[in-house]
């Protein structure tokens, strides 16, 4: 996955568990289409991460995809029949229009997620403090960037931060006031930056990063429990985690 020091890995990991629980992959593999597999992960990919953000279908210009797989029409074509006419395909297209695909996950692939009513008023809490905190700095963003700044707080502080709770209830009172020292320190080194950012939301999710990481090196039992909560998962500990 993405690291502070190796920041262009495509996060794949990210991909709905029934990518793998079909036989989606089954003819890429039997056919040793490594190419055709990265494309079809750099796909999934986007598929992922952009219509999460943006609510959006995905769109992808044929040429594109051509361009970036890298192989004979022949070839190309039969990629495209199975990636988004195959049997066990799991990508919609909406329309193809002009060369271009508008994309999205078929419903088979979402699982409905369990109302976590607790969940759900932790991360409205810290989204309140953070838009608090935009509110009173000299900060000039939209809302789209303020959308891009929660998505990027959920996925680095928000949900990490929630795993310890759940190991540890007794855990709240720290956790809500190291989440807090975070967000502040982060919203005030975006005031300090004005001026020389190019994407907020991007700098915001590096800051966050970086301001865990600091910040957790003198919470070592915050940061002990979040990255047991990930290896129990049996999942990588992020960098600030560890």
């Not at 409905?112 to 969940?119: G, I, L, M, T, V």
């Not at 982060?186 to 915001?204: D, H, K, M, P, W």
Request: charged share 25%; aromatic share 12%.
């Amino acid at each position: 996955m993405p690291t502070a020091k190796n920041p262009k890995i495509p996060g794949y990991f990210l991909v709905p568990k029934a990518i793998f629980s079909c036989g989606f992959l089954r003819d890429f593999i039997k056919a040793r289409d490594v190419r055709g597999l990265l494309g079809l992960l750099d796909l999934i990919n986007g598929l992922y991460r952009e219509p999460k953000r943006k609510g959006k279908w995905l769109k992808r210009k044929k040429i594109t995809l051509f361009n970036k797989y890298k192989q004979s029409k022949q070839v190309f074509n039969k990629w495209l029949q199975r990636v988004f006419y195959g049997k066990n395909s799991l990508i919609q297209v909406e329309q193809e229009l002009e060369g271009l695909y508008e994309l999205k996950f078929i419903d088979k692939v979402y699982r409905e997620r369990k109302h976590d009513a607790k969940f759900e008023q932790f991360q409205a809490s810290s989204h309140n403090t953070l838009s608090s905190l935009l509110r009173s700095s000299s900060v000039h963003y939209t809302n789209d960037d303020l959308q891009d700044m929660q998505f990027a707080c959920k996925q680095e502080i928000i949900t990490p931060m929630y795993y310890a709770v759940e190991s540890n209830e007794n855990a709240m009172s720290t956790v809500k006031a190291v989440m807090a020292d975070i967000l502040s320190v982060s919203v005030r080194e975006i005031e300090r930056q004005t001026g020389n950012i190019q994407v907020l939301g991007a700098y915001f999710r590096k800051t966050l990063r970086l301001q865990t990481k600091r910040i957790l090196q003198e919470e070592q039992s915050l940061r002990y429990l979040i990255a047991s909560s990930y290896k129990d998962a049996h999942w990588d500990v992020p960098e600030q985690f560890q």
